[in-house]
């Protein structure tokens, strides 16, 4: 089955510009969650939907967003970019979180 | 918020070696999973094994095992007969059976495997 499918792979913006980020779950999972991974803080997480509903979020500003479709598929919003906000962007999917998650490749967000 | 350590930022081994990677957390729980995750160079994160706390019984993942320490919230990794394919950024992560499907990662140790 195909796996977590996440768009664009990378991606260049300046600084003060806002960008949306896909991310398609495995087929029948619910649970999308993101996380921001950087080499100095790791992996951090921004916060999960379920059917639609944001379930959990994590300590990020109100410039990051997120929404969850009918069909599972999420995206995420930041706006107002900073460079410190470039990051690789990752997003896991799960049918319930005992088992893990099952990750995408990530979003390389680059801020200049 | 709980918290995860990994105190190994590198470790290398030969391969057809063992090696074993350290992690240990913080809670107040009693009812939680424990993973370790995989990231090679292609950034995608693999699971490589998870544990329920509430088994005293150590999971094993073909040549993957981990060592279970409830009492002392500790949660190794040993690879076994190390291949070359091994050689990633690993995880150690952290996720509460009572608050939300949000998990608590380490810092990672990156391991190098030595042809």
């Known amino acids: 089955k195909a796996g977590v499918t996440q768009t664009p792979r990378y991606l260049i913006k300046t600084r003060g510009q806002q960008v949306t980020l896909s991310c398609s779950p495995i087929?029948?999972?619910?649970?999308v969650s993101w996380y921001q991974q950087t080499p100095g803080q790791g992996l951090q997480f921004l916060f999960e939907?379920?059917?639609?509903?944001?379930?959990n979020k994590g300590n990020f500003p109100g410039r990051f967003s997120g929404r969850q479709f009918s069909n599972s598929r999420s995206e995420m919003n930041v706006s107002t970019l900073e460079l410190g906000d470039s990051a690789l962007y990752l997003c896991?999917?799960?049918?319930?979180?005992?088992?893990?998650?099952?990750f995408g490749s990530g979003t390389r967000l680059t801020v200049v | 918020a709980q918290t995860v350590t990994q105190s190994q930022p590198e470790m290398s081994v030969q391969e057809a070696e063992t090696v074993t990677l350290s992690c240990t957390y913080d809670?107040?729980?009693?009812?939680?999973?424990l993973f370790w995750y995989k990231q090679p160079p292609s950034r995608q994160m693999i699971l490589v094994i998870r544990?329920?706390?509430?088994?005293?019984q150590n999971a094993t993942e073909n040549r993957f095992s981990v060592n279970f320490q409830k009492a002392a919230k500790s949660f190794s990794l040993k690879i076994s007969d190390s291949q070359l394919g091994d050689a990633a950024m690993y995880f150690c992560?952290?996720?509460?059976?009572?608050?939300?499907?949000?998990?608590?990662f380490g810092t990672g140790t990156s391991l190098t495997v030595i042809p």
């Open positions: 896991a999917s799960s049918l319930s979180g005992n088992f893990g998650y099952t």
């Open positions: 087929s029948g999972h619910r649970s």
């Open positions: 939907y379920f059917s639609e509903t944001q379930r």
């Open positions: 809670t107040s729980e009693s009812d939680y999973y």
């Open positions: 544990q329920e706390a509430y088994k005293q």
């Open positions: 992560a952290y996720r509460s059976a009572n608050t939300g499907n949000q998990f608590y």
